[in-house]
């Protein structure tokens, strides 16, 4: 008997509510809520594999996962069943059947993330719970400036979280292929595409260019960071809640 095909689904999630994508012993998690769901759905255990962790407090617009379904059941079916299930916090936005040989983690070529910034007054509730606001505005000009500066194939362990080094022959080695600031009034987005990201790197990318638009830092710190990142002191890390998966790239 033929199993039924490789189901991809992609997701959309408000970080806050969450302790990261990939499942923990006794913490609310992405994976873990989207699994159990599964399992109410199917009758019996479905494990799925994610196009890549984000961690406490991240949201995401586009994040993909997939899984082998234990029987067929419409990709449609799938998605209406599963946000019947889920909590508010988590849709599915999309599901289908994935081509052969379709790894949602290990066929991902890249990922886009959006950092969002503001300043001045106060947001409303449902734009603060996703942008890291700031005490005055920064240096636009500073921002994107030291934006062009990340861009490349550097070593980014000051960019990593503590204890969260790259693995592998590439260890800390990533390319950001394109990082720019967009401004609009008093919000920024910091947009950032690479073919991999260590844990932390957007957040640490964010925290660096805020601290440059503040005056708090040179640019040319940006390109010691990068010129000799393990012996530095690593850039500050901003807010979980101000980062976006917005896609990953196939």
Request: glycine share 14%; net charge positive; charged share 20%.
């Amino acid at each position: 008997m033929t199993a039924p095909p490789r189901v991809v689904l992609r997701l959309a999630y408000l970080g806050g509510g969450f302790a990261g994508w990939q499942t923990q012993r006794g913490q609310r998690t992405v994976q873990g809520e989207l699994e159990r769901a599964l399992e109410r759905l199917y009758g019996s255990p479905v494990r799925t594999t994610g196009a890549g962790r984000t961690d406490a407090g991240v949201h995401a617009a586009g994040q993909v996962a997939h899984f082998d379904p234990p029987r067929g059941i419409p990709p449609a079916g799938v998605q209406a069943a599963l946000n019947s299930m889920l909590a508010g916090d988590a849709r599915v936005v999309a599901a289908w059947t994935a081509p052969p040989g379709f790894d949602a983690r290990r066929s991902a070529g890249g990922k886009r993330y959006r950092y969002r910034l503001a300043w001045g007054p106060p947001l409303d509730p449902w734009e603060g719970q996703r942008t890291w606001l700031l005490p005055a505005r920064p240096d636009v000009a500073a921002l994107s400036a030291g934006g062009e500066a990340l861009v490349g194939e550097h070593d980014f362990a000051a960019f990593a979280l503590s204890g969260h080094a790259g693995t592998g022959p590439r260890g800390t080695v990533r390319c950001v292929s394109s990082l720019r600031v967009v401004v609009r009034g008093r919000r920024a987005a910091v947009v950032v595409v690479g073919d991999g990201f260590l844990r932390g790197m957007v957040r640490r990318f964010a925290g660096a260019l805020v601290e440059v638009g503040r005056g708090g830092q040179p640019i040319a710190w940006l390109d010691a960071l990068l010129r000799d990142p393990h012996t530095r002191a690593p850039a500050p890390t901003a807010p979980a809640h101000g980062l976006t998966l917005e896609r990953v790239l196939y």
